[in-house]
């Protein structure tokens, strides 16, 4: 029999305690060994226990969650789960701790918690099961970084004029450590590049944040994906949490398709609805990009892509958070390459560029 995950939960809520230990417990394979109601009870807590993935508040007195998550990745490194406010603050910390190293996070309630608490428990325990096999890192946040120090040093401007980049799109499916993998790859897209097109499992409330702190940071525009827009260059478009996202072709424009359809392969958004429609839209004017998270979602979309004519790359295992879509994709005969998530981008470009060379040849 395999050893029980044993969980601490950190929660100024005693309500809230209680019922993520009743939800622990209830599952065969973990228990819930402690609970803190603020960060330095946790702290000894950990230190004395020492469990293997903590729950944890994003907004508790004495110390805040962020403030504790950011001691905890540069000392001890574990896995975390935030339980995150379905707010627009929380939704701005909890991007602010993904950047610091937690694996993930479940947005609670503000009324009904109690029954909305254990509506969310599958989803609960599934998230800690994935955090508990996860790839943990000391995080280097771009937010964080000492004055002076240089974020990652976008591609150079691939050049890319006219035809070749109103035609070529670029496809990008993600789920668990997915918001850091994105933020690493186009941080580093220059700003003449194709559109992106992007499906982040997240969930309502959330894909607005992360929208708006990607385009912070970022050469191109990163917005949240609006039904009937056109999808330009140099424009990143993530699919809006809780809704389906995929592109349709009007004349010779790409323009967003966003609806409140159902969930696919539990998913909404879901990374197989876009990519499928990219292959049946894009053609060989596509790449794909498939990166970090658990499950298979996109999977086979990916291999149509490829059957399509696009070009494909996934991240590698020894970078990614979860490889479970990934490995999925290779599986499926879905990539062209293989890479570590710091080189994807700039295996891209360099395509991309001697494509637009090949054209200018042709001229």
Not at 77 to 90: A, C, D, F, H
Not at 110 to 132: F, M, P, S
Not at 142 to 167: D, Y
Not at 272 to 296: D, H, P, Q, W
Request: some cysteine; charged content about 20%; overall charge neutral.
């Amino acid at each position: 029999m395999n050893q029980k995950i044993r969980v601490v939960v950190v929660d100024d809520s005693a309500l809230v305690r209680s019922l993520l230990a009743e939800i622990i417990n209830r599952q065969r394979d973990m228990e819930c060994i402690g609970t803190a109601n603020d960060p330095l009870v946790a702290r000894e807590m950990i230190r004395e226990r020492n469990p293997d993935v903590i729950t944890l508040d994003v907004e508790m007195p004495r110390m805040d969650g962020i403030d504790f998550l950011g001691r905890l990745m540069r000392l001890r490194p574990m896995p975390v789960v935030m339980i995150s406010t379905l707010t627009e603050r929380g939704a701005e910390v909890t991007m602010r701790a993904l950047e610091l190293g937690a694996i993930d996070f479940v947005a609670k309630p503000r009324v009904g918690l109690a029954n909305g608490l254990n509506e969310l428990a599958t989803q609960i325990v599934d998230k800690i099961r994935v955090a508990a096999v996860a790839q943990v890192r000391r995080a280097a946040p771009v937010a964080a970084a000492a004055p002076g120090a240089a974020a990652p040093a976008p591609v150079p401007s691939a050049g890319l004029v006219g035809r070749l980049s109103t035609e070529k799109i670029i496809a990008i499916g993600a789920s668990t450590g997915g918001t850091e993998a994105i933020r690493e790859v186009l941080i580093r897209m220059p700003p003449d590049s194709p559109a992106i097109v992007i499906t982040q499992h997240m969930p309502p409330g959330f894909t607005t944040s992360f929208a708006a702190r990607l385009n912070s940071l970022c050469q191109i525009s990163v917005k949240e994906a609006s039904h009937g827009e056109r999808i330009l260059p140099g424009h990143a478009y993530i699919a809006p949490g809780g809704m389906q996202f995929h592109i349709a072709r009007s004349g010779a424009n790409y323009v967003a398709v966003v609806e409140d359809a159902p969930p696919v392969n539990r998913h909404k958004p879901s990374v197989e609805v876009l990519f499928k429609s990219v292959a049946a839209v894009a053609g060989r004017n596509a790449y794909g990009i498939m990166l970090t998270g658990m499950g298979a979602d996109g999977a086979t979309a990916m291999r149509e892509m490829k059957d399509a004519g696009s070009y494909n790359y996934v991240q590698d295992e020894a970078s990614c958070i979860v490889f479970g879509m990934p490995r999925e994709a290779i599986a499926h005969g879905a990539a062209d390459e293989v890479l570590p998530l710091t080189q994807i981008a700039g295996a891209l470009v360099t395509r991309l560029r001697s494509a637009t060379d090949r054209l200018h040849h042709r001229i």
